[in-house]
């Protein structure tokens, strides 16, 4: 087992990766505040994990409430919210009660949404199934439901005691869902660590054929990456964090804009990292050269690299819902160079335009 740490004031915590970490119920229990919990998960997950991790729990004296929630994206709601509290109340569950999420993105946002506010604050440990969760949406305290009219609008920033990251929970993924973890994947190379990118290049079919050993440094590095970004700018104040969210302007307006579920959200995000870098092209910024190789890494790793034409007008409504809108203005991440992003509102609009008819059906 691996650790690494999320250096914050006061409020440090512990990322544990490694094999068969959900038969370590010990590693799960020394983090609860009192010998009680309620564990989250879907109607997914909990065929394969729930009893294997409750039993674990209950062996080590811990008493668990139990709550599965339809599987999907679209169940990232206030439905399933008031579900979680109803939940919550009927079995009287305290302010020290830890709330265990249990799966992918959707389980870990929502249970961290409602761990944030049920008695305004109660604890909440993450155990992320599913490799876009263990890399990215488990670490660094970001929590949030949907909204109709845009992804992750209500939320808040709330971090974890813990996030335990079993990487043998990964070989029951389908295909599709180690994809879209590698989207998020091969972001944090691309905003910020070059050596990665090169290394993701040369190693992708490993990756995308789960060796073992690929993906441990994978998931390591990522969480290192993610960590060291968090410590800096935890409630995305000085700009540094928000450069995380690479391809997620163009993605969250796919996601939104067809349907929630319709794509995963790593999907969306490896279109929208396509786009993102067509505009920083078009703008005169990084070469055509790194465009296209930024788009054969993407395709190899499984991820669609031509958008849906949702047409120029829909695209700019969805994005301007963007939670980086600020002063009217569509706040971007584009790149310099692959390993160099920034954020910035003065965008051009034909640069929008053209990298938008390049990248989708249609164009």
């Not at 994978?218 to 970004?229: D, L, P």
């Not at 788009?295 to 007008?313: H, M, N, Q, S, T």
């Not at 160099?340 to 509102?345: E, Q």
Request: aromatic share 6%.
């Amino acid at each position: 087992m691996q650790t690494v740490e999320v250096t914050l004031d006061g409020r440090s915590y512990p990322i544990y990766i490694g094999e068969r970490l959900l038969n370590q119920a010990e590693l799960i229990a020394r983090h609860l505040p009192q010998k009680r919990a309620a564990l989250i998960t879907d109607t997914t997950l909990a065929p394969l994990y729930l009893d294997k991790v409750v039993e674990g729990l209950q062996k080590a004296g811990v008493t668990v409430t139990q709550l599965i929630i339809p599987a999907g994206e679209q169940h990232k709601s206030w439905q399933s919210l008031n579900s979680v509290f109803d939940t919550l109340i009927r079995h009287r569950c305290e302010r020290k009660t830890a709330l265990i999420a249990l799966g992918g993105g959707v389980i870990g946002d929502l249970t961290g949404f409602a761990a944030a506010t049920y008695l305004r604050g109660v604890p909440f440990i993450q155990i992320p199934t599913t490799l876009l969760a263990q890399v990215d949406s488990s670490v660094g305290g970001k929590t949030a439901i949907n909204h109709p009219r845009g992804k992750n609008m209500i939320g808040a920033f709330y971090q974890p005691l813990a996030v335990i990251a079993d990487m043998s929970a990964l070989s029951t993924l389908p295909a599709r869902e180690i994809s879209a973890g590698l989207a998020e994947i091969i972001k944090y190379g691309l905003i910020g660590d070059v050596e990665f990118f090169e290394w993701l290049d040369q190693n992708m079919e490993a990756l995308v054929a789960r060796d073992g050993t690929a993906l441990a440094h994978a998931v390591k590095r990522s969480c290192e990456n993610k960590a060291k970004v968090v410590a800096a700018d935890e409630r995305e104040e000085t700009g540094e964090r928000a450069l995380l969210n690479f391809g997620h302007t163009f993605g969250h307006a796919i996601e939104t804009g067809l349907g929630y579920g319709a794509w995963l959200h790593g999907e969306a995000v490896g279109a929208g990292m396509v786009i993102a870098a067509r505009v920083s092209c078009a703008m005169g910024l990084l070469k055509q050269a790194d465009v296209e190789r930024i788009i054969k890494v993407v395709a190899r790793a499984g991820l669609p690299v031509v958008a849906p034409d949702l047409g120029f007008e829909q695209y700019m409504s969805l994005m301007g819902i963007d939670k980086k809108v600020e002063g009217g203005k569509i706040r971007f991440i584009l790149l310099r160079s692959i390993g160099t992003a920034f954020m910035t509102a003065d965008v051009p609009q034909s640069a929008l335009k053209q990298a938008l008819a390049e990248s989708t059906v249609n164009g």
